[in-house]
């Protein structure tokens, strides 16, 4: 099972410690995990973990991750024959000429049109989809901008008002993919 990182961050130490040590003398017996991590998260100064949770999921998209910060990194290992199928699949312009079949193609194609948004900028769903239409040839924009979400690549509001890209790692193929792309 994977496993969500969730940072703790503490002002003050002893105060944290206090606060937890009388948490656990008021407690009777000894604490579940569950029980332990609502402790260690009201003595940091959180309602409980879950709230502690959503303040990291909130947080983690402050890393920027710029086009030209990809190219410039060289990946350990580069599948050739994987890039080269999905480089077809643009033309000169970086506009997407077709939907790839195959699922390996289809994510290194979204995290392509990934690379394309505006970081850190929150969009509405007209913004998303426009930006999406001037990016493929296709005509589906609705799949593009579904898949981005269901990948992770970019969240959205509750209502799908608000888009807004996920900074995160870049995938391993991509640096190579975007460096034969500009090199058209």
């Not at 609502?38 to 409980?48: E, I, L, T, Y």
């Not at 303040?55 to 920027?64: C, F, P, V």
């Amino acid at each position: 099972m994977s496993r969500t990182l969730i940072p703790l961050q503490v002002s003050d130490t002893s105060t944290f410690a206090k606060a937890l040590r009388a948490q656990l003398v008021a407690h009777q017996g000894l604490p579940s995990h569950l029980q332990m991590l609502n402790m260690v998260a009201k003595a940091a100064g959180h309602g409980n973990m879950q709230a502690l949770r959503a303040r990291a999921e909130l947080n983690s998209a402050i890393i920027r991750v710029d086009e030209e910060d990809i190219i410039s990194k060289r990946p350990e290992a580069v599948d050739e024959k994987h890039i080269e199928r999905v480089v077809r699949c643009f033309d000169d312009s970086r506009s997407l000429l077709r939907w790839p079949s195959r699922r390996s193609d289809q994510i290194l194609v979204l995290w392509i049109l990934w690379s394309q948004m505006p970081a850190s900028v929150a969009m509405s769903e007209r913004d998303v989809s426009g930006l999406l239409q001037e990016k493929h040839l296709f005509g589906d924009h609705a799949l593009l901008r579904r898949e981005l979400y269901e990948l992770g690549l970019v969240t959205r509001t509750r209502d799908g008002s608000v888009y807004r890209r996920v900074e995160q790692p870049v995938a391993m193929n991509l640096a190579s993919a975007l460096r034969r792309l500009a090199s058209r």
